[in-house]
């Protein structure tokens, strides 16, 4: 076998070929085979239950300094690009496919197509030049393309599966006039964390504060961020909701929500602002929870701290830079270190 990931077969091997086979002086011959063929050579000479089957994410580059899976020298190459690819693979692959199969299961239709094409310029970018960095600017820019239609498309299948879901939430024993905040949880596990919620209540109203509670009546723990008055747009009179609304940016914390399971909250109005309800600050440079103590230092790094287990991580959020004269595959950086 020959060639590479940029080049063609080499024109002259089969006159290397040919000028080996004269030098054989045991009998063998030499052939230019097909990978076909090498497969099935490789089959009747190994063993396969010796094998060792190897599981889970590949991550040791350069281990006995030989080639592997991953490159070291370029992991912080054109990190933008890295970034764009996580992004790009949580909104397909953790949120718009779980959302979309979720809604199928609901009755709506599967957009299959915008999820094939979404995966497929996925993919696209994944060749190890391209996700790795080293090729020219136009390369880049067109692996950033990808990524960017790969998050739109996600936009809008997740958009879209939201409003089904949403859609077929039973409120049939609640008023006309009740607000709700809802939200889909598209992990494949239970999660419990805090969630925020853009929550529209019409000027009209004269609503000046709310709590945040579950179906049940029970109060859950919420925090207002900020408020707005927004001039909303619309494109058809039914759509128009009456007067200047403030559109309210409200911190939930959640109770525990199952995997791939949906949580709905009532916004209930109440006199007066809504209270905050207290802080996790402990001094201008120090937070603290039940969890964890994180202590800013003045060169703006953290230390923090598990009450877990009592193990302390000092130093954290330094940044590293440092200039690197070698090229795309090995690394040669200057003695001085920059930070």
């Known amino acids: 076998m020959e060639c590479d990931d940029s080049t ?15 030098r054989v ?57 890295k970034y764009s690819n996580r992004r790009a693979e949580i909104a397909l692959q953790r949120v718009a496919e779980p ?4 809604a199928w299961m609901l009755g ?10 979404a995966n497929e310029l996925l993919l696209q970018s994944h060749a190890h030049d ?19 239609q790969v998050r739109v498309l996600s936009g809008i299948v997740t958009e879209a599966a939201t409003r089904e879901i949403a859609g077929r939430i039973d409120t049939s024993k609640c008023g006309p006039e009740e607000n709700f905040a809802g939200g889909v949880q598209p992990s494949a596990a ?8 853009e929550i529209d209540i019409a000027r009209d109203r004269k609503v000046q504060g709310f709590k945040i509670c579950d179906l049940d009546g029970k109060e859950v723990a919420s925090q207002i961020i900020r408020k707005t008055d927004f001039l909303a747009t619309f494109n058809h009179p039914r759509n128009c909701r009456s007067g200047r609304g403030p559109i309210t ?15 709905v909250f009532k ?11 207290g802080s996790v600050l402990t001094s201008p440079t120090s937070m603290e929870n039940e969890h964890l103590k994180v202590k800013v230092n003045p060169n703006g790094t953290v230390d923090v701290t598990s009450k877990a287990d009592g193990v302390v991580l000092r130093g954290q959020n330094m940044f590293e830079d440092r200039g690197d004269v070698g090229d795309y595959w090995v690394g040669a950086f200057r003695r001085k270190t920059v930070f």
């Open 8 to 22: 063609g077969p080499f024109i002259l091997t089969p006159k290397i070929i040919k000028e080996a086979q004269k």
């Open 108 to 117: 709506a239709v599967y957009p299959q197509f915008a999820l094939d094409r």
């Open 25 to 81: 002086t045991n009998g063998k011959k030499i052939v230019h085979g097909t990978l076909p063929e090498f497969i099935r050579m490789a089959r009747e000479h190994l063993d396969e239950k010796k094998l060792v089957t190897v599981k889970g994410e590949m991550r040791h580059p350069q281990r006995a300094g030989v080639w592997t899976d991953l490159y070291a020298e370029v992991q912080a190459t054109r990190m933008p690009l």
């Open 130 to 148: 391209s996700i790795g960095g080293c090729g020219v600017d136009a390369v880049a820019d067109e692996v950033m393309f990808r990524f960017r």
């Open 267 to 277: 916004v209930v109005p109440v006199k007066g602002e809504h209270p905050r309800k």
């Open 190 to 197: 239970p999660v419990q964390g805090v969630a925020s919620a």
């Open 249 to 263: 940016g409200n911190s939930i914390r959640c109770c525990r929500c199952s995997a791939i399971g949906c949580r």
């Open 99 to 102: 959302m979309a199969t979720v």
